[in-house]
């Protein structure tokens, strides 16, 4: 079965740290990009980090050096790691998929909060 499976969300306090996965199964994942993406309440989907099926990475400026996103694909298998977390990182987090087509997974829910 073709999918991406998000994990690892929840409730964070302000400042501390969560780390995101994003599983694919049923593609040949070294292939693919990937990217996370996030929307909170009322906003639109934006881009926070990506990285090539070279290793290349690029981050969204809001969360440059504090996020880190990485491949393992012996696992098939995005990370994100996201450290000095703030109430505006509180977002739905998808990761995306992209080489000939493109998968979603279902979003994986982030609350920054005290």
């Known amino acids: 079965q073709v999918q991406l499976v998000e994990s690892g969300g929840g409730l964070v306090q302000p400042g501390g740290s969560l780390r995101l996965s994003c599983a694919a199964s049923g593609i040949i994942f070294s292939l693919y990009a990937v990217g996370w993406y996030r929307q909170g309440p009322g906003e639109q989907r934006e881009l926070v980090a990506s990285i090539t099926n070279g290793g290349t990475t690029n981050y969204a400026a809001s969360v440059k050096g504090r996020f880190t996103i990485s491949r393992d694909n012996a696992k098939n298998t995005v990370y994100l790691q996201m450290n000095s977390l703030k109430p505006e990182d509180t977002a739905v987090y998808y990761c995306?998929?992209?080489?000939?087509?493109?998968?979603w997974g279902q979003g994986t829910q982030v609350t920054v909060s005290s």
């Open positions: 995306r998929a992209y080489f000939r087509n493109t998968l």
